[in-house]
């Protein structure tokens, strides 16, 4: 079944560490997106890439890390400059063309914690 | 600056009756698209609809209906007979329609409860 998946489904952080957050999708989407949800919020975009290599930074960027080395992988980095790194992370990832173009399809999400 | 509201923040109806969920959105762009989407508790985003500002046309797909009104910026999203599997938080979002104006900017969301 084609789809995004998100692991681990929950994480914690000790202070002063760097974490990261998988994403893989196997829907052959050229775009791929990081967001951020805090309680009873909308989603906040952290990072995004449209094509391999090239990635850039959303509304909350600071803190957190990215990078795109294949077109399905894109993991967000959470370091230890972010200070306030519990939330919920959801990825999601697009088509640029066709019948779906635009519309976003999300993983399962990942909790993150601070011990 | 794109900017998607719900003013709606928890709505709580017993089950069988309808439920209109508002949504109303500022954009400068002249193309954009609007979408509806829900998060039941387990977390994941679920895709409802996908909506081209160059159509207005209502659209109904079983028990969910939706309203566009574009002379009053608005995107309500209707659930008709309402059942105790809509419990979910609805998210309203918008989008530019290229480059990276496909970003989504969400609205807060509305936790809608069906009591049975």
């Known amino acids: 079944d084609g789809g995004i998946t998100q692991s681990p489904k929950y994480l914690f952080r000790k202070e002063g560490q760097n974490v990261t957050l998988s994403c893989e999708q196997n829907?052959?989407?050229?775009?791929m997106y990081w967001y951020r949800q805090d309680p009873g919020q909308g989603l906040r975009l952290i990072y995004y890439s449209q094509i391999v290599n090239d990635f850039q930074k959303g509304d909350i960027a600071e803190g957190y890390s990215v990078s795109r080395e294949k077109k399905e992988s894109f993991p967000l980095t959470v370091t230890s400059a972010q200070k306030n790194p519990t939330a919920f992370y959801l990825c999601?990832?697009?088509?640029?063309?066709?019948?779906?173009?635009?519309?976003?399809?999300f993983g399962a999400g990942t909790r993150l914690s601070v011990l | 600056a794109q900017k998607v509201t719900q003013a709606q923040t928890e709505i709580s109806v017993v089950e069988k009756e309808d439920v209109t969920l508002d949504c109303v959105y500022e954009?400068?762009?002249?193309?954009?698209?609007l979408f509806w989407y829900k998060q039941p508790p387990s977390g994941e985003l679920v895709f409802l609809i996908r909506?081209?500002?160059?159509?207005?046309q209502n659209e109904i797909s079983g028990r969910y209906s939706w309203n566009f009104q574009k002379s009053t910026s608005s995107f309500n999203f209707t659930i008709t007979a309402s059942q105790v599997v809509d419990s979910a938080v609805y998210f309203c979002a918008l989008s530019g329609s290229s480059g990276s104006a496909r970003q989504l900017t969400f609205g807060s969301g509305t936790q809608l409860t069906v009591l049975p």
């Open positions: 829907l052959n989407h050229d775009a």
């Open positions: 954009t400068r762009d002249t193309t954009y698209y």
């Open positions: 909506r081209n500002s160059f159509d207005e």
């Open positions: 999601a990832s697009s088509k640029p063309q066709g019948a779906t173009e635009g519309i976003q399809y």
